[in-house]
């Protein structure tokens, strides 16, 4: 993918503000440890890290570990993610997920993409932040919603679906940002940029972001029929 010097180095200015406005971006999914995040990731599909981080201290408390959570019956870990939707699969899913880490990971979590993806339930997605935030390594930037949204506002993509603008952030950045652009971009579509109510006139920012004052209906899902 061909990148121009100047596209490089408008997307390099606005990171390095982001970063300094957000030095304590990080991932906000509580967990300890790759198998722990790796479970919270999975969970928190079709859902926000706010509610996976309440049923997860409990879901820890009993399961810490793959080997634990293999032995369980999903019937068991259901209700512990009952505030959940789609519980019933998820929970059965992390329970599949657990078993395979330890018919053939001894338990632990590959620090491998092709690995990871192999297993049930985790996407590139879930691979790309095991990879970046527990490993460092991530293969690509991981996309969610305000990556998504906040990428194309910043003008740095004009790419509308995540695997296209997960190749262009990847093109963007080298791997050791990877991690952190997902991270900052997170923090700034939870504080500033949100999907309904930019709030331009206060973001750190605004003269580096070409959608300045007229953001609401850049990089916005479309509603469903
Ligand atoms: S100026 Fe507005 S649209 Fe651009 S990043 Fe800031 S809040 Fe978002």
């Known amino acids: 993918m061909k990148i121009s010097p100047r596209r490089r180095a408008r997307v390099a200015a606005a990171f390095a503000r982001l970063r300094q406005l957000y030095p304590d971006a990080r991932c906000e999914l509580l967990h300890e440890g790759p198998f722990q995040l790796l479970v919270a990731t999975v969970l928190s599909a079709q ?100 990556v998504q949204r906040l990428s194309q506002r910043l003008g740095w993509t004009r790419e509308t679906t995540p695997d296209k603008i997960e190749r262009e952030l990847t093109a963007l950045f080298p791997p050791e940002e990877r991690d952190l652009v997902s991270h900052v971009l997170i923090f700034h579509g939870r504080r500033v940029c949100s999907a309904q109510r930019p709030v331009c006139d206060r973001c750190g920012v605004r003269d580096l972001c070409p959608s300045a004052g007229r953001a609401e209906h850049i990089g916005r899902k479309k509603k469903r029929a």
């Not at 959570?69 to 939707?85: F, I, K, M, S, W």
């Not at 992390?94 to 018919?103: F, P, S, T």
């Not at 990871?116 to 339930?121: E, K, M």
Request: hydrophobic share 45%.
């Open 47 to 146: 859902t926000t890290d706010r509610m996976v981080n309440q049923v997860t201290p409990a879901l820890f408390h009993r399961f810490p570990d793959a080997e634990s959570l293999a032995r369980a019956a999903p019937e068991e870990v259901e209700p512990l993610l009952a505030r959940l939707g789609f519980f019933r699969v998820k929970a059965k899913n992390i329970v599949a997920l657990a078993r395979q880490l330890v018919e053939h990971h001894q338990g632990k979590v590959p620090a491998d993409f092709k690995a990871l993806v192999a297993l049930p339930g985790v996407g590139r997605k879930t691979a790309n932040v095991v990879l970046g935030v527990c490993f460092g390594v991530p293969e690509g930037v991981v996309v969610d919603t305000h």
